[in-house]
């Protein structure tokens, strides 16, 4: 008689759909230090159990699985490792053109990797992206000491020794340069086992594999690799004549002896070396200002997170009926396996006027655009829905800071007052959206949003026996969907839930209907007791700390480097804010301003440490000075390939340059120990020495940055 009565759901405000059908999401997170893959497993066994249990008109459907992408990933770095070992073995047999004295050096392999795989359970560390990426990368460098190892024995060999003799000296001759280039190769990861803050706990692991690795390829050199050739290498050893490997060994003497010629060119021109050498290194430092400097580069998961956005006071059937729309256009992309589409719950980090959608691609090989590209070709088509926004982002590999963003990027705005807070907002979110190198440009400042103000009039509500609790009381049970009751059942409970009938809620001349029981017990009508009138708010005020805050949002344009964006935001920043404002970058720029600070320091900490680590090595200031001097030239490749790439100096990156500065190092541990032997030994002028040096280690030179790049190149 008094209502009517629903059968409904207890908040009538929230809705999914998943591939246009009405759904409800079930998210499940990993407990901290679990297997995801595992979890996964065990996740989808449950669901098949529970299955037969469901009405039949209840299907269940995965809608996003992250142990897919981390089973796709295992899969292309093992496939990767692979091809590598076979990569570096193919090097290997083309310089020696013999399947035995290939075989020795090539064993220095699975025993490091297998022997890797046995010290990495102790550590408590899992077959992650970064741990099989150590052991990629290390496949190039482990087999180097064996190479070195083996070629001085084989030199001792053609001397006319007995292979067990040319083992014995040729052993003894090269185990302090082994043992040089080991330490000194682990030291250049010494500073990263001390990084603190993301990047710390990211690569930590990543240096103790790669340092694990190269100490037992180390220790496997000096022991196996030369008790191998004293049983397996013969006097007379006959090299390979197929056409192929005589023409390659004939290249490699035509580039030996040109390498001479230019060797005597340079050391004939002491000073202008230095000149050039000087100029080398100032162009370093200038390439090392221009590379556009990145965090950490998108992955391509196979999903895409979006946001949905109306004008502020859209109702929440407005919402729908928009966000529908979003969704037919989302379901006709080529792209997409499937998507969930929500609106609703303002609570989960969100507002009323937004809504969300999570697509999952198909798989890459079934697709021809990247994530990128494919959420770079839907937003246009999206954003062409009337009264919408859509922001599209591919997830980042490692999610930082838990405010959630429309966009990937953020920048927080505080103030303690409101007005210039929300003023300088608008100005500085104006002024970044006319730059050419950001996009997706927006901020979580809603305060235009319509409402209604009750101003009670307060001694005419007394005179009439109304207390302001009563008006509001009387308002929440009109339009605050009150829980007045529980129904209890053997199975599950109800909420009983109080509100008008949606045409009164719609309509705001209804509010004059609305009535208040006195003390008296007489019914007032509240305009009677309040002046109702329209006006703009709020929607949300958001916080950072105790604070009031505005976070602005942006993505980078394609081809921008991060550190351009952010050079951008801070020069606008200074322009248009007031000295009241308080700004600083959250999340993922947060972290990349964070990492650029300590990357160059860690990079001279690096250098620092393999001079002190070859200071005590050599018992000498000069020689580690001389060791390290090739370093400003593979800086100055690094970067000017990475220009010319047009790719970002990322965490990735700076990494290769870490390991680069191992690669250059060694190679010069083996000239300068050469010479060292010959000038004390032999009693050779030090230029003699060095030439000589550079000549006779010419091949294992060549064959150990040959091997080191073609551990790089499946990757």
Sequence with gaps: DLGTVLDGVQDSRVASWFNGKRAIVLAIQRQPGTNTVRVADRVHAMVEKLRPQLPGSVQIETLNDRS???????????????????????????????????????????????????????????????????????????????????????????????????????????????????????????????????LGRLFHEFAVVISISILISGFVSLTLTPMMASRFLKHGMKHSQAPLLRMFEETFERSRQAYALTLDQVMARPRATMVFSA?????????????????????????????????????????????????????????????MSAVGGGDRGGTSNQGRLVLRLKPRSQRKLSADQVARSLTPRLNSVPGMRVFLQNPP??????????????????????????????????????????????????????????????????????????????????????????????????????ELLPQYQRDVTALQLLHVRS???????IGSVARLSPALGPLSVNHSGQAPAVTLS??????????????????????????????????TAQAFQSSQQGLMLLLLVAVLVIYLVLGVLYESFVHPLTILSGLPFAGFGALLTLLVFRTELSVYAFVGIILLIGLVKKNAIMMIDFALDAERLEGKRPHDAIREACLVRFRPIMMTTMAALMGTLPI
């Design 68 to 198: 897919v992408s981390i089973r796709h990933s295992v899969g292309d770095v093992q496939t990767t490792l692979l091809i590598t070992l076979l990569l570096v073995v193919l090097v290997i047999f083309l310089f020696l053109r013999n399947a035995s004295a290939t075989l020795i050096p090539s064993l220095a392999l699975p025993l490091s990797v297998v022997g890797t795989f046995a010290l990495m359970k102790p550590f408590g560390f899992s077959l992650d992206n970064l741990s099989l990426l150590a052991l990629t990368l290390s496949v190039g460098f482990v087999v180097d000491d064996a190479i070195v190892m083996l070629e001085n024995i084989v030199r001792h060999m053609e001397m006319g020794k007995t292979p067990l003799q040319a083992a014995l000296d040729g052993s003894s001759e090269i185990g302090f340069t082994i043992l040089s280039m080991t330490l000194s190769l682990v030291a250049v990861f010494i500073p990263v086992l001390f990084m603190g803050g993301l």
């Design 279 to 339: 100029a080398i290194l100032a162009g370093t430092v200038a390439l090392w200002m221009i590379v556009p400097k990145g965090f950490i580069p998108s992955e391509d998961i196979d999903q895409l997170s979006g946001t949905t956005e109306t004008a502020e006071g859209t109702s929440f059937d407005a919402m729908v009926r928009h966000q529908q729309q979003v969704a037919a256009l989302v379901a006709k992309d080529p792209n997409i396996a499937g998507f």
């Design 397 to 498: 590999p490692v999610r930082i800071g838990s405010r959630s963003a429309k966009s990937q990027y953020q920048f927080t705005l505080q103030g303690t007052d409101l007005v210039s807070l929300y003023d300088n907002a608008a100005k500085l979110e104006a002024r970044l959206k006319e730059t050419d190198k950001l996009d997706n440009v927006t901020s979580d400042l809603q305060v235009k949003n319509p409402e209604i103000r009750v101003d009670i009039d307060r001694d005419r509500a007394a005179a009439l026996g109304v207390t302001p609790r009563q008006i509001d009381e009387a308002l929440y049970d009109a339009y605050g969907s009150r829980q007045v009751s529980t129904i209890f059942t053997p199975s599950n409970q109800y909420w009983v839930v109080l």
């Design 519 to 525: 003390a008296t017990g007489q019914l007032v009508p």
């Design 554 to 587: 942006f993505d980078v344009k394609p081809g921008v480097g991060l550190s351009e964006a952010v050079t951008e935001v801070q020069n606008a920043a200074r322009a248009v804010l007031s000295s009241d404002i308080t700004t600083a970058f959250a999340g």
